[in-house]
């Protein structure tokens, strides 16, 4: 047992010490999922909503393959990434393999259609009411959208929150586009997964620690704002 | 009818999950029910704790239902790195350990975790690189690891290191220490993933590794990577394998199998395990993937 | 905006609840539909609005099927409006800022109809916090701004203090006689009807009783 608690002291002294390994692969992590995040909301939350207002034939199996692919697993995401830009694949010249855009474009590929979900049934369950005032308010499709998307902004935003804490959390789709090289695409999630296979808790623990933290502040901030609104 | 449905699922469920132990590929024994004697024998189980590179040659899939058809054990894997694997026997997370640093190992017995080791068997590194071999190591030095290494710190061409605290890992920095380099900078690319990944990695990045020729073999077709330099004594990797010691785990020194544990490493060393090591690879690859060197 | 009803037929499920065989709403004048609760009046004006598409029958504007033009040139105020999540000012200005207008030429329009209907204290409230009058008050508002050639309301003043009825219909007279505006409103209040309509259509179970 005392290894426990001899990783939780020594992480404790790396988060205190700030240590330049620790900050390093914390700030990729959040770099890479804040890109992945944004990119991803910029397409999914118009469409959302333009498809949650939009009436049309088969909604109801859009709807349900919607919930589906929200819950999409992250390695299928990674492999689907991986081979599509590995060197005999389909981009194979952009040689963005086990690199930081690829790690970009794979949490964004896991998180659009989570974003794009989450907004649909926010708008489909909510959005009724605005979208009868902007239709009698003579709203044309866009001013429609951008109203909706005004006035529900605050549960756009924990769902975007959500979003995040998903990408920063998820580990399969880093580790295969990614690779986890030092200094270059180690983020929180494969550091963890590969100081355990090492048996090298202490690090582990401390970025544990890290990614609670910042969930935590996240979500901390989110509540705030929405209670003021 | 929706119940029985429900509970038919549920079972099946259960047999997906109990089937999906490494094992599930062991034959039945044909004729276990005519002899009571083999009978008798069945129910051990230990846990092996090895490192991802026999487990990922295929090695153990090959060897583990012949030793079970002998004896009726069941041996389940754990495949981690050497590190972890020699960490998981101190603290009694394992019956038996098949690893390859032998210095860790022999430090291992010392302290009272393992009762005693055996070699088993020896398998070589190879390093490997872009088929058009860019910084030409194949002419300048196809059998001289050290040459090749500074050559390619001189250049600062990329390398991929496992950088996982494994025994390749171990195996890698001590041949660069041999070669009384320091390696760092942004040519070397360390990992922190097993042999497979490191690999796709580097022909990704068309860079060099240092890889067990198994997992080499196991992949090459999948790769633009060809042998560069091979043969050096330095390249050499011997496994060695070590029961667990129930005696200083204290209170879960009943959890160990030690028994049975003892028997697969007889096993393994004995002529049978040792022709059968021999045997592995031959068929897909040609050569064989082990060279077995037990005493 | 002259409005035509022909053979009007709406369901819910088995339940008919409109049934209106003609019915002329003739332009530039305030018309109130009066009946009890359930009469069906409140399903005819989100019919009229646009709004409910599930309906049998033929409604005219001006002779023309609903387009856009139509949709964009008539407002309903709801019985309980939707404000926007921000200030009373942005409320009104909206409809305008839709409409390609900018600020600066939309700010003496809002300003105006601020003070006509008494709500410039409001200005930088945030509106969704309003009261059920204010509400109404600031709907009101949103729907004169932009000048609309038919105006619909659903009990515009069922939340409005007694002494303030009276701004309010004094404001929906002058649209009516000052823009040409088109008027329909649903009340149940008899008296409302008396002091501000010109014609009265009575309802009852879906029909036009008189």
């Given amino acids: 047992m005392s290894y426990i608690t001899e990783g939780f002291k020594e992480a404790v002294k790396l988060l205190i010490t700030w240590d330049g390994e620790v900050f390093q692969i914390v700030s990729l992590s959040i770099l890479v999922s804040t890109s992945a995040t944004l990119f991803a909301s910029i397409i999914s939350v118009p469409l959302g909503t333009y498809f949650a207002i939009k009436k049309f034939k088969g909604k109801n199996l859009f709807s349900r393959l919607t919930y589906t692919m929200m819950s999409i697993p992250s390695v299928v995401i990674g492999l689907l990434v991986a081979i599509g830009l590995s060197r005999k694949g389909p981009l194979g010249h952009l040689d963005l393999l086990y690199t930081k855009e690829a790690m970009i474009i794979a949490q964004g590929l896991l998180v659009t259609p989570l974003i794009f979900g989450l907004t649909y049934g926010l708008v489909k369950s909510r959005g009724n009411t605005i979208e009868k005032v902007a239709f009698t308010l003579g709203c044309n499709r866009l001013d429609t959208i951008i109203l909706i998307i005004r006035e529900l902004r605050v549960d756009i935003l924990i769902n975007i929150a959500t979003a995040f804490s998903r990408a920063i959390s998820e580990v399969g789709a880093v580790m295969i586009v990614g690779g986890n090289i030092k200094n270059y695409t180690r983020v929180m999630t494969t550091t963890i997964s590969m100081m355990n296979s090492m048996g090298d808790y202490p690090m582990a623990i401390a970025l544990g620690i890290v990614l609670l933290l910042i969930s935590f502040i996240i979500h901390s901030i989110i509540y705030s704002y929405s209670r003021e609104e | ?295 | 905006m002259d409005i035509q009803i022909k053979n009007l037929k709406k369901y819910y499920g088995e339940n008919q609840v409109l049934d209106i065989e003609s019915l002329a709403i003739k332009k530039q004048r305030i018309t109130g539909i009066i009946g009890p609760n359930g009469c069906g009046k409140t399903t005819l004006l989100n019919i009229i609005a646009g709004l409910d598409k599930e309906y049998l029958g033929n409604i005219n504007y001006n002779n023309k099927k609903i387009n856009k033009e139509i949709v964009s040139n008539m407002t309903i105020v709801f019985q309980k409006p939707y404000l926007f999540r921000r200030s009373v000012y942005d409320n009104i200005e909206y409809p305008l800022k839709i409409r390609g207008i900018d600020r600066q030429k939309s700010k003496p329009l809002v300003e105006d109809i601020m003070k006509r209907l008494e709500i410039e204290d409001l200005r930088d409230k945030k509106a969704h916090r309003l009261s059920g009058g204010e509400s109404q008050k600031v709907a009101l508002g949103r729907a004169l701004v932009f000048n609309p050639k038919l105006l619909l309301l659903d009990e515009p003043t069922s939340n409005i203090d007694p002494e303030y009825i009276v701004t309010m219909e004094s404001e929906i007279k002058k649209f009516n006689r000052e823009n040409k505006g088109t008027v329909i409103i649903v009340t149940h209040n008899i008296e409302q009807s008396k002091r501000l309509c010109d014609n009265i259509i009575g309802m009852e179970n879906g029909r036009v009783v008189y």
């Avoid at chain 2, 690189?129 to 910084?135: A, N």
């Fill in chain 2, 1 to 295: 009818m929706k119940k029985r449905l429900s509970i038919f699922l549920v079972l099946l469920l259960i047999f997906t999950i109990v089937g999906c132990s490494p094992k599930s590929e062991t034959p039945q024994e044909p004729d276990g029910l005519q002899e009571p004697q083999e009978v008798s024998k069945q129910g051990g189980t230990i846990l092996l704790s090895t490192t991802t590179s026999t487990e990922d040659s295929g090695l153990l899939n090959f060897l583990l239902p012949k030793f079970k058809e002998d004896t009726g054990i069941e041996v389940k894997v754990i495949a981690v790195g050497t590190g972890q694997a020699l960490q998981m026997g101190k603290d009694g997370e394992a019956d038996i350990l098949l690893v390859h640093a032998k210095e860790s190992e022999v430090e291992f017995v010392e302290e009272g975790y393992g009762i005693e080791r055996k070699d088993v068997m020896y398998n070589d590194f190879i390093l490997v690189g872009p088929k058009e071999d860019p910084l030409g190591l194949k002419d300048k030095s196809p059998d001289n690891i050290l040459e090749g290494l500074k050559v390619i710190e001189g250049e600062k061409f990329t390398f991929v290191s496992r950088g996982d605290d494994s025994g390749t890992h171990k195996k890698e920095l001590n041949i660069w220490k041999s070669a009384d380099i320091k390696p760092e900078g942004d040519w070397y690319l360390e990992v922190g993933q097993g042999m497979g990944d490191v690999l796709k990695i580097t022909n990704e990045k068309q860079g060099y590794t240092i890889t067990d020729r198994a997992t080499y073999l196991s992949m090459k077709d999948d790769l633009d990577l060809d042998i560069i330099i091979e043969g050096d004594e330095n390249l050499f990797n011997q496994y060695g394998i070590i029961p667990v010691n129930p005696e200083v785990l204290g209170d879960k020194a009943n959890q160990i199998n030690q028994e049975d544990a003892k028997e697969f490493m007889n096993w393994i060393v004995s002529e049978k395990g040792q022709s059968l090591i021999k045997e592995f690879g031959i068929e897909e690859y040609g050569q064989p993937l082990f060279i077995p060197n037990a005493q």
